[in-house]
Every structure is written in C-alpha cells, then in structure tokens.
C-alpha cells in the first residue's frame, strides 16, 4: 500500500528576487506577515464547434497564473520593503518586473534537494492600509510572465540556488 502524506503550506515556498536590478539574484522567503497565499492558474478555456458535430468541444489554450498576498507591514522583512518600494513609486512596466522560485519542499528530490519552477514575474499592488487600531496590510499579486523554467532548488546553509532542467532531463 501506497504511503499518502498530508501537504502542508509551508512545504510549497515562495521566494521572490528582492533584487532584480543586481546581476545575481537575491530571493526572500515570502512568509513574515502573510496568513494566506493561493496561485489562480485563471485557464483559458474555449469552444469550438465543428460542421459534423452538434456539441461544442472545449479546448484549454493557456493559462494566466496570479498568486495573491495579504501581507501585514513589518518593516525590516525583506519582502516587504522590496513590495512596499514598489508601491510607493508605483512601479510600472519594468520596474515592476521580478523572478519568483516555487519550491516544493514536500518533493524532496536528495537532500537540500528540491523540485521547483522560476517565473519571471510582474508585481502589481492592490491595497495599503487597513481599519484603525490594527496593523498596516498590503495585498499584491504576483503575475507570472511567460512559460516557468523547471529544475530544482537547493538550499544550504539558509541560501537557496536554482537549477534549471536540461532539456534531455525533460523528456
């Protein structure tokens, strides 16, 4: 019989590149002030109807993945201030471009070892505020850009690097 294990959040991990103007990347936990965080995958789903056919055929031709944040302001978290430059010079076009690495840490792939996607990404802020006597929140989404790299993320020492899948390892 099968083994079957619960996922948990944490093991799916977001890290966005805090630096994307640097040479190298710097990628930030996304975690510290955020509760919750789910990926859309949006697909976009059309109809077709054939002249030999009286029903419609459905057809998926792409996706427009947005991941959402609520994140509470803490000053000092790396992710944070990097989202909260952006909004205050209300970032367009490039600016606002990033690279965001999925990991999945519940695919442990070898030790310190684990499947994951880049993305490049655009990063648009919704909100900043909140209702008196609370903590400041902003909510952003994370919209990818393009089709993601595959490979994998290891991470040592508190450091995390990617890898992308050679062709010849996707097929």
């Known amino acids: 019989m099968e083994k079957v294990e619960r996922i948990k959040r ?4 977001e890290f966005l590149d805090i630096t994307p103007s640097d040479t190298s990347k710097t990628y930030s936990r996304i975690g510290k002030g955020v ?5 859309a995958y949006n697909p976009t789903v059309n109809d077709e109807h054939y002249i030999d056919e009286d029903s419609g055929t459905k ?10 944040h ?3 302001a ?6 944070f201030d990097y989202v909260d430059s ?13 690279t965001l690495l999925m990991v999945y840490i519940y695919d442990k792939q070898s030790e310190g070892v684990y499947a994951a996607e880049e993305q490049d990404v655009i990063i648009s802020i919704n909100e900043f505020g909140g209702d008196a006597g609370n903590p400041v929140s902003i909510t952003f989404d994370i919209n990818f850009s393009g089709d993601p790299r595959v490979g994998t993320a290891t991470i040592t020492d508190g450091k995390i690097t990617f890898t992308k899948q050679t062709e010849q390892e996707a097929e």
């Open 10 to 13: 944490s093991q799916f991990a």
């Open 35 to 39: 509760t919750t965080g789910s990926l």
């Open 59 to 68: 057809l998926l031709d792409g996706y427009a993945p947005v991941l959402g």
């Open 70 to 72: 609520e994140q509470t």
């Open 74 to 79: 803490y000053k000092g978290n790396p992710v």
């Open 86 to 98: 952006l909004r205050k010079k209300r970032a367009i076009g490039d600016d606002a471009k990033t």
